[in-house]
């Protein structure tokens, strides 16, 4: 190879690391997924608090979406996650949320202005980030599926397409 050639190779690599970030290519390769993980209990670290909250709803599965007002990828995946809310409630699905290191008047006002009328999606503020570290959140959105024995089984970081078919064939083994 020449030097010419190696120079204009080396010039366009920059540009291959920049290419995961731009918006465009985000888009062409589609939004995270839900990852089978072996199952595996609650994480021994986790906080009382979550442990309340999920304490009401033993024997069914539940959803935890770790997130923040300060995260777009969070705040666009939100409408999309208080659909599946409401569309699998009645199957059995709990969806919580864990709002990290954030402002409660902030989480509530950007749930208020994004959620469809009367709906609401139950929020644990997690703002010295003690529950999101003892789960393994560390990038923002991260979802934690558990089963019904509240065992974790999937694992998701990155937004995820609620809606996508895929997401709801997942879910219905989880469920079944």
Same mark, same amino acid.
């Given at each position: 190879m020449t030097r010419r050639g190696f120079l204009r190779r080396a010039a366009a690599l920059p540009l291959v690391w920049l290419l995961p970030?731009?918006?465009?290519?985000?888009?062409? /390769? $589609?939004?995270? %997924?839900?990852?089978?993980?072996?199952?595996?209990?609650?994480? /021994? $670290?986790?906080?009382?608090?979550? /442990?309340?909250?999920?304490?009401?709803?033993? $024997? !069914?599965?539940?959803?935890?979406?770790? =997130?923040?007002? =300060?995260? @777009?990828?969070? !705040?666009?995946?939100?409408?999309?996650?208080? !659909?599946?809310?409401?569309? =699998?409630?009645?199957? $059995?699905?709990?969806?919580?949320? %864990?709002?990290? /290191?954030?402002?409660?008047?902030? %989480?509530a006002d950007f749930l208020w202005e994004t959620l469809p @009328?009367?709906?609401?999606?139950?929020?644990?503020?997690? !703002? @010295?980030?003690?529950i999101s570290r003892a789960w393994g959140a560390r990038v923002l959105p991260t979802t934690v599926v558990l089963d019904r024995r509240h065992r974790v089984v999937l694992r998701g970081q990155g937004a995820i397409d609620w809606d996508a078919p895929a997401i709801e064939q997942q879910l219905k083994k989880i469920i079944n």
């Open positions: 970030l731009s918006p465009a290519f985000a888009a062409a /390769a $589609g939004s995270a %997924v839900l990852k089978p993980v072996a199952p595996r209990s609650v994480p /021994a $670290g986790a906080d009382r608090r979550l /442990a309340q909250l999920l304490a009401p709803h033993k $024997g !069914r599965p539940v959803l935890i979406n770790f =997130w923040a007002t =300060w995260c @777009e990828p969070c !705040r666009e995946e939100m409408p999309a996650l208080a !659909r599946l809310a409401t569309r =699998w409630q009645a199957r $059995g699905l709990t969806v919580l949320t %864990v709002a990290v /290191a954030d402002n409660d008047k902030r %989480v @009328e009367k709906q609401t999606l139950p929020v644990l503020h997690d !703002r @010295e980030q003690t």
